[in-house]
Structure formats: structure tokens, C-alpha cells
């Protein structure tokens, strides 16, 4: 059965050659998504394995009803030359990735995106058509590497149709239970109830054990490629630059809560404050239940800070074990 095609960016210069060129293939039908008829009747002419489909990138209604049938699609449309900058960063990058959403709910076998070496460019800072056209590949392959773990690295494909049926589900829910039964009777036999079992595993170090033995034992998996790991030792790109988004906060986030915070201080009974504060300490030493205290305190306006403050002048500060 001939493959079905989806084509963007069809009456574009490469779309326009890519088309002419598929003219002697046995695709049936190649669905030519574009904006601007003129260049696509000029540049291509008429075939019968063409099927036009007029539209816009952005506007997804113009063109999902085909991608359901199609096989491949081929993404080759871009803003270039004098677009707005705007126009750059709305088709390159966000009419890309409305693409990508498409292809997955119409189930599309295949995706090529076609992208341009400006995106590796080191200094794209005001080269607006490269930064959208990298934003475009990051969107490619942020599908491409979700496809990759669901593939090799979460265990979905060593399972013969994982969800049909139960035993499969059961299987894990059993391991996962034993295993969990298992951790709380080791812990148990640190004390002679499961309080003070649970403080002495953690003054002991029991847990800190247990995390890093498995994080050195899920490190030595990885090295040894037992366990995938796409991207870092499957899929690598030996160029790859990660640049992670990092947050950082609003600083005029900062200054709006200082600003709440003074006006709380400045309007709050302090005297019942500092009387709620002083009935907390008092409880702490005589080691009663403290919610009630901490509850009185909340109520006049204590903060997480001075609240605390009372308690870790008695308990001090949990200090992490260094554990070799």
C-alpha cells in the first residue's frame, strides 16, 4: 500500500523541489499544506498525487483532518528573510510544536524536521530566526526523547501488551508491596515499637545508607548500560549542549512579601504574640503536645520563623549525617 505524505512549507523553495521530486515516487496522496498558491502552482504545477491543503501552520483545524491518514509527515515550513520578529518565534517555534501535538493525537508514524544550521549558532542574540528555529528543534526532540524512554528506558516494551489483562499490573503491585513489607520489618527491628524503630534508623543512619547505596547502584547500572538511560547512554549527541531553563524568582516578588510581612508585624497584638510564643516554650520543656500552642501562635500572627525559633532553641537543628 503507498505511503501517505503530509507536507509543510510546500510552496516554499525547498517544499516546491521536494514536490516535484516526489512526482515519481509512489507516495498516494501527498497532502501539500500551504499558504501562498501562487508559488505552489508556479513552482509545482498540477499532479494528481497532489492534494492541496490551504491553511496556516498555527490554525491546527485547517490541517488535522489530514494527518490522520498520513503516514510521514515532512516539516519544512518556516518564517525566513524580513518576517516580524514575532512572526519568527509564532511559526518556527510555537507552530511547530502545535505540529508535534497534532502528529501524536492523529498517531503519525514518522516525523522529519527539516532546520536550518543558523540554530547552532553560538551567539544568537539578535539573530531571532535562529533562536526560533532552535526553540523548534527543541521542541522535535523533547518528542523525540519522550518516545525514546517510553521505548527503552521505562520497561513498557519488555511486556507483551502490558495492559491487557491484569497479571502484568498485579505482578508489579505484588512486587511492589513485598518490597515495601519488606523495608518496614528491617526498620522494625531497630526499637521496640515502630516510633522509636523509625528514630533510631534515622539517628544510625539507616536511611541515608539506603539512598546512597541505591543511587551508587543505579550510577554503576547506568555506566554499564543495564539500565537505559536516553540521552545519556542511549541516543547520546556527542555535541549536545544542555543549556536547562533555570528559574529565577520575580525580585519584586521578594519586596511585595517583605512588604506584607512588616505590615503584618506593624499590626498584629504583639503582647498576645509574644504571650502564645511564651506558652509554646513552656510546653516544649514539659514535652506536652505542642499543635495546640503552635495553632495558638498561628492565630495571632506568629511567623514560620519565630515559631520555629522557639522550638530549636530546646531541639537545636537536625544536622545530616555524613555517612561513608
Not at 532546520?115 to 526560533?132: E, L, M, N, P
Request: aromatic share 8%; with cysteine.
Amino acid at each position: 500500500m503507498p505511503e501517505t505524505l503530509f507536507v509543510t512549507g510546500s510552496s516554499g523553495f525547498i517544499g516546491s523541489k521536494l514536490l516535484n521530486r516526489l512526482k515519481n515516487h509512489s507516495y498516494e496522496p501527498v497532502y501539500c499544506l500551504y499558504r501562498n498558491p501562487d508559488h505552489l502552482e508556479k513552482r509545482v504545477g498540477t499532479n494528481s498525487h497532489l492534494k492541496l491543503v490551504p491553511g496556516d501552520l498555527c490554525d491546527k483545524e485547517s490541517y488535522t483532518s489530514y494527518l490522520t491518514s498520513s503516514d510521514t509527515v515532512i516539516h519544512l515550513a518556516a518564517a525566513t528573510g524580513k518576517a516580524p520578529r514575532e512572526e519568527y518565534s509564532q511559526i518556527n517555534a510555537n507552530g511547530t510544536q502545535v505540529l508535534i501535538d497534532e502528529c501524536k493525537k492523529a498517531g503519525v508514524k514518522n516525523f522529519l524536521y527539516i532546520s536550518t544550521i543558523a540554530a547552532k549558532y553560538k551567539d544568537k542574540t539578535r539573530y531571532y530566526y535562529a533562536q526560533s528555529k532552535e526553540a523548534g528543534e527543541e521542541a522535535v526532540k523533547l518528542a523525540l526523547r519522550t518516545q525514546q524512554v517510553l521505548a527503552h528506558e521505562s520497561g513498557l516494551t519488555e511486556t507483551v501488551d502490558p495492559m491487557g489483562g491484569s497479571y502484568y499490573l498485579e505482578c508489579l503491585t505484588d512486587k511492589i508491596e513485598a518490597d515495601i513489607e519488606g523495608y518496614i520489618n528491617r526498620i522494625a527491628g531497630y526499637g521496640e515499637n515502630m516510633l522509636e524503630a523509625v528514630i533510631n534508623s534515622l539517628e544510625e543512619g539507616f536511611f541515608h545508607r539506603e539512598l546512597a547505596d541505591a543511587a551508587y547502584r543505579q550510577h554503576l547500572e547506568v555506566m554499564d548500560r543495564s539500565r537505559v538511560v536516553v540521552g545519556v547512554n542511549k541516543f547520546e549527541e556527542e555535541d549536545e549542549k544542555i543549556n536547562p531553563t533555570i528559574f529565577k524568582a520575580d525580585p519584586a516578588a521578594r519586596e511585595r512579601q517583605t512588604a506584607r510581612l512588616k505590615k503584618v508585624r506593624s499590626e498584629r497584638n504583639n503582647t498576645q504574640l509574644q504571650g502564645a510564643l511564651k506558652g509554646l516554650a513552656e510546653a516544649i520543656k514539659k514535652e506536652e503536645n505542642l499543635f495546640p500552642y503552635i495553632l495558638d501562635a498561628v492565630k495571632h500572627y506568629g511567623t514560620l520563623g519565630e515559631i520555629v525559633g522557639m522550638m530549636t532553641d530546646t531541639y537545636g537543628r537536625y544536622q545530616d549525617l555524613t555517612i561513608v
